[in-house]
């Protein structure tokens, strides 16, 4: 399976004032504050930092925001973004396979994934859960077509 057929995939179930393929994205100079806000409003669990809404620059997880928070209390809730985000952001591209990047965002520890054209501008984010989802329908059609040999169908 391809990011291509994850974006494909991705639903907006639980999230009705989101669309499937919506891009948050917040800049830099906001406060961590109003990045908790967006990320609780719309049930999401990252922000992608950017400029001009179309190349990523970071990424702000809620957990960038915990360990922050742990670290210097809650007066980081008005520090700017640009202080938390993760600045060297892993993006993917609608060409990868899905197994390769379940397994970057394994190794790497992290949940986000911004996918970008050629020129690098954002078309889609997928998420860890996104990347498992498509892997279980994947094992599923496999499996029934497995049976489905097996049976005789």
Same mark, same amino acid.
């Given at each position: 399976m391809l990011v291509r057929q994850?974006?494909?995939?991705?639903?907006?179930?639980?999230?009705?004032?989101?669309?499937?393929?919506?891009?948050? @994205?917040?800049?830099?100079d906001? @406060?961590?504050?109003?990045?908790?806000q967006?990320?609780?409003?719309?049930?999401?669990?990252?922000?992608?930092?950017?400029?001009?809404g179309e190349t990523p620059t970071g990424i702000l997880s809620e957990r960038d925001v915990v360990r922050q928070l742990a670290a210097k209390g809650t007066a980081v809730l008005d520090s700017p973004i640009?202080?938390?985000?993760?600045?060297?952001?892993?993006?993917?591209t609608t060409a990868e396979d899905a197994l390769a990047i379940l397994e970057r965002m394994t190794k790497g520890r992290f949940r986000h994934l911004p996918v970008v054209d050629d020129g690098g501008r954002m078309i889609g984010?997928?998420?860890?859960?996104?990347?498992?989802?498509?892997?279980?329908?994947?094992?599923?059609?496999?499996?029934?077509?497995?049976?489905?040999?097996?049976?005789?169908n």
């Open positions: 994850l974006l494909s995939m991705k639903d907006s179930a639980g999230k009705p004032e989101l669309e499937s393929r919506t891009i948050l @994205t917040i800049k830099p906001a @406060t961590v504050s109003e990045a908790v967006m990320l609780a409003k719309h049930r999401i669990g990252a922000v992608v930092v950017s400029d001009d640009s202080e938390l985000m993760t600045r060297e952001v892993q993006t993917c984010v997928v998420s860890i859960g996104d990347a498992v989802s498509g892997r279980l329908k994947e094992l599923a059609a496999e499996k029934d077509a497995l049976t489905g040999m097996i049976m005789g």
